[in-house]
């Protein structure tokens, strides 16, 4: 089994910075893609940004360009820089991993990550306001 814990959500004003941070536990061996998705109050689930075990990325229209999403292996972490943050990215940010799920939430365009994602975290709340 494998679990997820994200940390570095808070409040920021407008065009400020954070950086979100996840840690995963349990089978953490295999080559998965994981990734970060976020909800906003009202809304659906959305993509933001993935990355496969040799590094490769997609992101998300909304995030494209502001945010950077990077893996450590060997530390078995998954950081979102998140840049030039706006009101509208407001949204509890859950970090998720590849696996089994009914739902598939694609992220971005191209072949990148084009998974399911079946373990997620409890999700960090980012608030943007100034």
């Known amino acids: 089994q494998l679990q997820l814990v994200e940390s570095g959500g808070g409040a920021v004003q407008p065009g400020g910075s954070l950086r979100l941070s996840c840690e995963l536990l349990?089978?953490?061996?295999?080559?998965?893609?994981v990734g970060w998705f976020r909800q906003a109050s009202g809304k659906e689930r959305e993509g933001g940004a993935a990355?496969?075990?040799?590094?490769?990325?997609t992101y998300g229209d909304s995030v494209k360009g502001r945010f950077t999403v990077s893996r450590d292996n060997a530390k078995n972490t998954l950081d979102l820089q998140m840049n030039s943050l706006k009101p509208e990215d407001t949204a509890m940010y859950y970090c998720?991993?590849?696996?089994?799920?009914?739902?598939?939430?694609?992220?971005?365009?191209?072949?990148?990550?084009?998974?399911?994602?079946?373990?997620w975290g409890q999700g960090t709340q980012v608030t943007v306001s100034s």
């Open positions: 998720a991993a590849e696996g089994p799920h009914r739902d598939y939430l694609p992220i971005g365009p191209g072949s990148v990550c084009r998974v399911t994602f079946g373990y």
């Open positions: 349990g089978r953490t061996y295999g080559r998965y893609c």
């Open positions: 990355i496969d075990h040799a590094g490769n990325t």
